[in-house]
């Protein structure tokens, strides 16, 4: 199942949708972005994804004044993955000292360090790290109040957990794909009721810099979609 999730500048999370498809990949997601576009959703400031091989070109093509930010959590997640397990613990530290730095200059430091300390060791997770460090790091580029939302899918996994617990029945199955959407419509409706009550927190403070940013970003020309779906 494909999900996508919003976030207004002013904090108001919206479900944008939900796909019904057999395997995930970059072309499965291009097709849904591509949707997306064609439903109206046309200015993106950040998609907030895990590392799936081919979406960051997938979202180029679809939203190419996007920008695409890794998520921290599922790199140190594959990163931990990688190690001897006594090293795990430390490695997770040093990480954190990256993408819990105050300021990008400050975590590019510290991924310097990460890789004078592990790199001949480990050189395919270093490697990840150093590669794609733009894509950990974006986060750096908004407001410092967003980092903990934009720097990993944290909301999304919530979101999903949430989902599946709602719509959990046991022993049912469904005579149709239809009856499976309109269980997820349910739910995803009464997620946005509660949503409704709860902003998420530090947008506010910042609408005015979010909006300052799309505008700027999307102003200087249309932007064109060069995904045919």
């Not at 972005?33 to 994804?49: A, I, P, S």
């Not at 360090?113 to 790290?129: D, F, I, M, Q, T």
């Not at 469904?174 to 409704?196: H, N, T």
Request: glycine fraction near 8%; charged fraction near 30%.
């Amino acid at each position: 199942m494909y999900v996508a999730l919003g976030i207004a500048p002013n904090g108001e999370r919206r479900v944008l949708g939900f796909w019904l498809l057999p395997t995930e990949s970059a072309l499965g997601w291009e097709g849904v972005l591509g949707e997306l576009w064609q439903r109206g959703l046309r200015r993106v400031l950040l998609f907030v994804t895990d590392g799936l091989p081919g979406l960051p070109e997938a979202i180029r093509r679809v939203y190419p004044q996007a920008e695409w930010q890794r998520c921290v959590v599922h790199g140190v997640r594959w990163s931990l993955s990688q190690v001897r397990s006594r090293d795990r613990a430390l490695l997770a530290e040093d990480l954190r000292r990256v993408y819990g730095a105050e300021s990008r200059e400050e975590a590019l430091g510290a991924l310097e360090e990460v890789k004078a300390a592990w790199g001949s060791r480990y050189p395919g997770v270093v490697g990840l790290w150093v590669q794609d460090s733009g894509a950990f790091l974006r986060f750096y580029g908004y407001p410092k109040v967003l980092w903990p939302y934009l720097r990993s899918t944290n909301l999304m996994e919530r979101f999903i957990r949430e989902l599946r617990r709602g719509t959990k029945v046991r022993d049912h199955k469904f005579p149709k794909e239809e009856a499976v959407y309109k269980l997820l419509y349910l739910e995803s409706e009464r997620q946005e009721g509660r949503w409704a009550e709860r902003k998420l927190k530090g947008f506010s403070e910042v609408k005015e810099v979010l909006e300052k940013m799309l505008q700027e970003r999307y102003a200087p020309r249309t932007q064109t979609l060069t995904h045919n779906s």
